[in-house]
């Protein structure tokens, strides 16, 4: 263990801003096996923090993979109906879920993509609407990343495991915003009010669409649903309760409307899918839909991700990040979303955030689709900003408003030191 | 990794031979967070035998102390409905059970004892008739034991980490069968026949009552039920698939009769019980009842066992082991029942096993207890077996057999070599 205090002020970060545990809550913690030394720290500071229970679900790669290489598709699909009445109970309790990612990127690579969807598939139709608790914010959650050896080893592939595992753990606690001598609550409050400041300058200009581009190829016009709502740093749960989803973000993110994106983006980075690195790729948009499309590696994990269902060809978020955002200044690479996304300007092919959407949170997936929302089973993101990038926005009437300039925010107030 | 060949061989012994998973089958192994690499072992193993799906259920005792520590009774009293439909999925799906121990004893000391039974009574009654399905043998279960240095600091306290833990992985694969130029599953073959052999000859006899005496106090009649089977190495499910319950066992086990234990029993060995490790208690029984007790260390642990229940106060099982058992002449005491009941002779308080009984796995509880059996929430296995353990069987007429002379069987039979 590199410095036993950071990793308890990670846990306690995690615990009281990003879940934000309140007192008498269920917590379920989500976390690989191989960590339970890190998932000690934070059961005990759930406690502390007053939790009536916290629960862990333990998970681990190597044995979801061998689960997809010797399983049929067939006996794949059967999910049980008590991983739903699981799921229905914690709901039914109000529970709070941390998830802690910490594997390395790739582990179901060389899986059958047909079988890794048909577990995807039946266990989506299984859960239903159990999904809307985290993706409407009915709860607390948040995903937070913990550094291991096997994570370093495909960040630093020419490193030594002693070494790569200190660059890593050194670059999560920089951009989560641990630091030896700082109060990592503190910062992100000041984070997040920075970030809503963004959000509402976007909203006060209710664009009709932004234009992307760039040097890279990207020239890139997505539509906006009216009444969209620009999201950026925590949320506040129905019960009243502020929460972090994610640490670390750097985003600001709104919801496009799913028959209005048109042109090009080419990907500025990897990305992570169902275990598989696909690389160099790029899509074409006609009226909101992915009609042409390519990649260097790993293309098959793409036409997979794209053939999934009607709504994995369409945008559902849409969200801007600056250039000089700490993830992107530190160079690294994750090979892992909650970081990468960070770094860059990105999109996301399937479901929309119906947070996105002045009352959508209360509407059925039929009128959220009827204000151009998009829906699907799939919600992926992929990075396509750069250092050049250049975003206008476009007004009803026309008018058009610089939001970017070479990578970073022009639309006013005041930047965010730190 | 003390020698990877050993940990392969006693994985496969666990899954081929132990629980015997067969093809299209559902095999859930139950084991600790932090023995990861391990289960691996064993899920790639099962898999390979043709199991179906391989479902692994983890626990961590560091997590499980701090929800004892932080809840109240009535949050540990609640245990939800999806945990008895997860168990009934399986045992509908005829599931089979691996449990792969590896933690230290006295994980719980220090947790008040009202918490401990407060959970055990919720889950029980929660669980209710689906506890039947290992008690009865309606499908395979195996417990099996692996290293771990935590478990090797108490067993040999006076050694280096590295020592300790070389020690424990040495005697566990010896008294496990399991060595570098033998064929384990063979091995256990061969000796689930001896101890066929003996359980043969003493249900034959259907001794009426047994008399314990050795130079450690105990002086103790226990009598045993009508139609009662001595059990002794595998067990048959209704199936028809043969499989060994304990990896290792070395004892013959029958039911005795409820109300038909008289005079004191000494134990030999201290008993690792809700986390606690009680020492030098003795019981003495009128009419199958504990009517007065004592114990040196952790005596309310002891009076927790007892007034857990009515039945907690009973015997359900008694239990012959040769004190030349390999366990027993490894001379290491392991806090843990798996391996020290095979040390000794031994008894257990509470819930007895209705296939030691005529029919008793077709009968209701109610049934059971008419023939004389125990019923309780609790089964505890303690030792009170000598190197100068004498056992006589005593028939109905009043024909007196030596079972036991100087701890070892002598009623025929061929001596086991091994």
Redesign the interface.
Known sequence: MVNEKLYEKLAKLAVRKGVNVQKGQLLVVKAA??I??F??IV??EA??AG????S?E?R?N??TR??Y????EA?LSLV???VR??EA?RQEKHACFLNIISEPPGGLKGIDEAKINAYQRAYHEKMGDLLNYTMNNLGQWCVVGLPSIEWARAVFPGLSDEEAFEKLADVIFRVSRVEEDNDPIAEWKAHDNALAMYCQRLNEHQFKELHFSNSLGTDLTVGLVENHIWVGGGCTTPQGVYFDPNIPTEECFCMPHRDKVNGKVVASRPLSYNGKVIEDFWFRFENGVVVEHGAGKEAQSLDALLAFDEGSRRLGEVALVPYESPVSLSGVLFFNTLYDENAACHLALGRCYPENLEGGVDMDKAQVLAHGGNDSMQHEDFMFGTRDMKVDGVKADGTIIPIFRNGGFVIGGEQENG
């Open positions: 096996a191989d339970a030394w998932v000690r059961v005990k406690y502390e939790a009536e229970e916290v862990v333990w681990d190597e044995i061998l689960g290489a010797h399983r049929s006996s049980p109906d008590w009445d699981r109970y």
